[in-house]
């Protein structure tokens, strides 16, 4: 997948690892080569272009001013680069704001995620949900890995516990895989939830073809940076740390309700999410 292929790229120049060798001695000064000439157009403009050059074809979905002099942000399959203002140099990694010890990447991936998700109509989703839902969360889900199985196991409890669950489809062998074709047969079937159950219950689903949204939902999914299924997201755009139990998942989002962070929330949640993990 090309988006990826980016991804890994960048990871592998520029990632600090324990393996890295030695910097070479530096040149003397008159033996650098001088600093090419600034590309004409806006510094949006150059920083498209200089991630373009690394592959052309990959999505970008957000490009606007960093937090640091002279850079601009740019949010690339659900990750986020740094790249200077003239399209020389680029960083990849968290940044954190000393002051207010906020992870500002993970503030402003929530926003493109939201920004994203907003664009799935309700009608292309898989819903389970209370009468009166206290929380909603949008989940990317396979009906073939285990935990997705176990968090549908459970979705009258989190009902329950007044969430629903939005379900989108990610198949995580890729498009055009067997898993694909499971995954269109419960999006184009009659009663879509039950077709989702019968398939996470290794029942048999009815071959059929539609009109459907699964390779659309599979491109969000990428672009929003889903590394592995499920991926839980609230109607924030914060990133759940994959399977969570109702009770945790609640708690969880009961703390967020009332402006703690995403790390607070989680850390006083883990002991019940530990608890009910497989």
Known sequence: MKKRYLLALLGSLFSLSACAQPAPPAKP???KPAAPAVAAGSP?????????????????DHISAAPIAGFREAIVGGQTLYVSDDGRYLLQGNLYDMYSKENLIQRNLAKVRRQ???????????VFAPPSPKYTVSVFTDVECGYCRKLHSQIAEYNRQGIAVQYLAFPRMGLGSPDFQKMVNVWCAADRKKALTDAKNDQAVPVRNCKNPVTMEYDIGQRVGLQGTPMIITDKGEVMPGY??????????????KGAS???ALASSMPAAAAGSP
Do not use: C, F, G, Y
Not at 116 to 126: E, K
Not at 250 to 257: E, G, V
């Open 44 to 60: 949006e403009e150059r920083v498209r272009n200089a991630i373009h050059k690394l592959n052309s074809q990959v999505e970008i």
């Open 116 to 126: 994203l998700l907003d664009t799935i109509p309700v009608a292309d989703r898989i």
């Open 244 to 257: 969570m139990p109702p009770d945790a998942l609640r708690a969880t989002l009961d703390k967020l309700a």
């Open 29 to 31: 000064a008159a033996d």
């Open 262 to 264: 995403l790390n607070d």
